[in-house]
């Protein structure tokens, strides 16, 4: 797919299909929006006022044009109030553009949006929402279904001279893309040794240094937190560190660490009922959010060196599997006490975030699919970001905002920690019920020293099973945006 803008406006443009995004206070055609009525014989007042369209947020129509008109249909797609306009509003309305655009079989689509911030930012959100929602995973699929036409060219209407902005935005894409495919892949076909393979395959297309630790060196390292989640299953652990450097001197040193579990059963303490335990192939999204983030920075290449982390295994059950009540003893010399074998991603973070510090980086951000209880708390749409750093926490929540990707920071109430001390260990791997999340969040704390550093819950962001925006059903890729903008910011 070809996607390039054009100065050529609205009322010059033909192709398949025109875009427009309309506000809610200005509905009423006028100016260049009533000539473009007029070249299109009545067309677009007569599809407002026969689905009564109001221009609210995200809704859409579309209808034919008749007649020998250079344009085939019209879509129309509603932007909100007009003082409300974020770059996140063009990103979904744009997706929502190409969605219809391929549901009514057309292959090249104009997009007509206004200006938010500048024209470089209304690019890179209005390519954001083309390309990933015209992204289609058919990787397990014998047959493709008839999903109407692939949309060949989009052009961005009015928006010459940001060429570089689309490539970029394509770049990032590239990444959120990588991070759906992994994380929408069965159990069965990503596995710790497929994680590590996939690794291989970036290092060597970008020249990245890689670093994999297999089950003997995490032993070496003191690695009990970790080994003891990967000790029930017949795959071999795999320890994964990717590290990107810029030419000369770094501005900055950044790790970010990925949750890795490529399937979750919940160990012995198993995971039944209500679980969705089928879904727990999803539970290496952070590793997916991060390997994704590695392919799209290669690319990018900004000036600071990133280091990218990910302790990856199954936790399964077996005559092997670590017990409830188990002690194991993290990189870090911490013990554990293991008293839900079902709080496992918690405990492969420990030794990953041990490993990450020694790297002196000047902050860590890990990322994971950790609790329920953070879903509880803020749903599906927003992520949870804890952090003791206030700047740090200040960075990831504007790189959030510029990548429309929902954060809202809580708190680190050190308090709760006391339900999480054990008698004979230093601690345990769960508290009480009450605050899940929060001590998770605790939880992870104690293996940082000094460094700034921030863990972000993605438990209810990594999957969506409706449609939304430039969101396919699955997948979401969620947290490549942001980490890329907080890298580059």
């Known amino acids: 797919m070809e996607i390039r803008a054009t100065n050529t406006s609205q009322l010059e443009w033909a192709g398949d299909a025109l875009a427009i995004g309309l506000f809610e206070d200005a509905i009423e055609l006028t100016g260049d929006m009533a000539k473009l009525d007029e070249l299109l014989a009545g067309t677009l007042s007569e599809l407002i006022a026969e689905t009564e369209f109001k221009g609210k947020i995200n809704s859409?129509?579309?209808?034919?044009?008749?007649?020998?008109?250079?344009?085939?249909?019209?879509?129309?797609?509603?932007?909100?109030?007009?003082?409300?306009?974020?770059?996140?509003?063009?990103?979904?309305?744009?997706?929502?553009?190409?969605?219809l655009a391929k549901q009514e079989r057309c292959k090249t689509l104009g997009i007509s949006l206004p200006i938010c911030q500048d024209a470089n930012s209304t690019a890179t959100a209005i390519t954001e929402g083309i390309e990933l929602v015209?992204?289609?995973?058919?990787?397990?699929?014998?047959?493709?279904?008839?999903?109407?036409?692939?949309?060949?060219?989009?052009?961005?209407?009015?928006?010459?001279?940001?060429?570089?902005?689309?490539?970029?935005?394509?770049?990032?894409?590239?990444?959120?893309?990588?991070?759906?495919?992994?994380?929408?892949?069965p159990a069965n076909s990503c596995t710790p040794?497929?994680?590590?393979?996939?690794?291989?395959?970036?290092?060597?297309?970008?020249?990245?240094?890689?670093?994999?630790?297999?089950?003997?060196?995490?032993?070496?390292?003191?690695?009990?937190?970790?080994?003891?989640?990967?000790?029930?299953?017949?795959?071999?652990?795999?320890f994964i560190h990717i590290t990107y450097k810029p030419e000369g001197t770094p501005r900055r040193k950044l790790a970010i660490v990925g949750k890795g579990l490529t399937f979750d059963s919940g160990g012995l303490n198993l995971k039944?009922?209500?679980?969705?335990?089928?879904?727990?192939?999803?539970?290496?999204?952070?590793?997916?959010?991060?390997?994704?983030?590695?392919?799209?920075?290669a690319q990018?290449?900004?000036?600071?060196?990133?280091?990218?982390?990910?302790?990856?295994?199954?936790?399964?059950?077996?005559?092997?599997?670590?017990?409830?009540?188990?002690?194991?003893?993290?990189?870090?010399?911490?013990?554990?006490?293991?008293?839900?074998?079902?709080?496992e991603g918690r405990l492969t973070l420990a030794d990953a975030l041990v490993f990450a510090e020694k790297l002196e980086v000047d902050a860590i951000v890990d990322l994971a699919t950790l609790t329920g209880a953070c879903v509880v708390a803020l749903g599906n749409d927003i992520a949870g970001l804890w952090s003791p750093n206030d700047d740090l926490a200040a960075e990831l929540t504007?790189?959030?905002?510029?990548?429309?990707?929902?954060?809202?920071?809580?708190?680190?109430?050190?308090?709760?920690?006391?339900?999480?001390?054990?008698?004979?260990?230093?601690?345990?791997?769960?508290?009480?019920?009450?605050?899940?999340?929060?001590?998770?969040?605790?939880?992870?704390?104690?293996?940082?020293?000094?460094?700034?550093?921030?863990?972000?819950?993605?438990?209810?962001?990594?999957?969506?099973?409706?449609e939304d925006g430039y969101n396919n059903t699955g997948a979401t890729g969620y947290g490549v945006r942001t980490l890329v903008n907080w890298v580059l910011s």
């Open 60 to 99: 859409s129509a579309s209808t034919r044009v008749g007649g020998k008109n250079p344009i085939r249909k019209i879509i129309i797609v509603g932007l909100g109030k007009s003082e409300d306009l974020k770059l996140d509003t063009l990103r979904q309305a744009a997706g929502i553009s190409g969605r």
């Open 134 to 185: 015209l992204h289609q995973d058919n990787r397990f699929k014998s047959e493709l279904e008839n999903l109407g036409t692939d949309v060949e060219k989009v052009e961005l209407i009015s928006l010459a001279g940001v060429d570089e902005a689309i490539a970029r935005a394509r770049q990032i894409c590239s990444g959120v893309i990588l991070a759906r495919e992994l994380v929408a892949a």
């Open 193 to 238: 040794i497929t994680m590590a393979e996939t690794a291989e395959a970036l290092a060597q297309e970008f020249g990245l240094e890689l670093e994999i630790l297999e089950k003997e060196d995490c032993e070496k390292l003191g690695m009990g937190a970790f080994l003891g989640v990967a000790q029930a299953s017949d795959l071999p652990p795999k």
């Open 272 to 297: 039944v009922g209500g679980s969705s335990i089928e879904m727990m192939k999803t539970d290496m999204s952070g590793a997916g959010a991060t390997f994704g983030a590695v392919k799209a920075i």
């Open 300 to 343: 990018l290449k900004p000036d600071v060196e990133v280091h990218f982390i990910s302790a990856v295994t199954e936790n399964m059950i077996s005559g092997h599997a670590m017990h409830p009540g188990d002690f194991l003893t993290a990189s870090n010399g911490k013990t554990i006490e293991v008293n839900n074998t079902d709080a």
């Open 398 to 466: 504007a790189a959030a905002e510029k990548s429309g990707e929902k954060m809202w920071r809580m708190p680190l109430e050190e308090k709760y920690f006391e339900g999480m001390k054990a008698i004979h260990a230093d601690m345990k791997n769960t508290g009480p019920r009450p605050g899940g999340a929060i001590t998770a969040a605790l939880f992870l704390k104690q293996f940082i020293k000094d460094t700034p550093w921030a863990h972000l819950d993605i438990a209810g962001t990594a999957w969506v099973d409706a």
